[in-house]
C-alpha cells in the first residue's frame, strides 16, 4: 500500500465545496460531504475536464464540461458521456491535516 500523502488542512475545505490539490503530480479533486471528507481524480474520464469546478449535490459530481456524473464516494459513473469510472483514493485525517494514499505504480 502507498504512503499518504498531506494535501490540505481540514479548515481549508468548507462543507459541500470542491477544491483541487496536487499529490505527487496528480490532481485531485477534495469534497466536503456531511463531514467527510472524499478524494477523487480531477480529471473527468470523458475528456479530462476539471471535476473541482462543476456542481456537487450530496454524492454527485458534474463534470463542468459536458455534465458527465460520478458518485464521490466509489468514482462510479452515474451519467454520460463518460463510460469510464474515475479513480477515488484513501482519505485519512489526523488532527487539522488531510491524507490521501494514491496507488502503488506498477
Not at 483541487?20 to 470523458?46: I, P, R, W, Y
Amino acid at each position: 500500500m502507498a504512503d499518504f500523502i498531506k494535501v490540505a488542512d481540514v479548515n481549508e475545505i468548507e462543507e459541500g465545496a470542491m477544491m483541487q490539490v496536487e499529490a505527487d503530480g496528480e490532481l485531485v479533486c477534495l469534497t466536503k460531504v456531511n463531514g467527510t471528507v472524499f478524494a477523487l481524480s480531477d480529471n473527468c474520464t470523458h475528456i479530462s475536464g476539471p471535476l473541482n469546478e462543476g456542481e456537487l449535490e450530496e454524492y454527485e459530481v458534474t463534470c463542468p464540461w459536458h455534465g458527465a456524473q460520478f458518485d464521490i464516494r466509489t468514482g462510479r459513473v452515474l451519467c454520460g458521456p463518460a463510460q469510464q469510472d474515475v479513480p477515488t483514493y484513501p482519505v485519512k485525517v489526523e488532527g487539522e491535516s488531510i491524507f490521501i494514499s494514491l496507488p502503488d505504480e506498477a
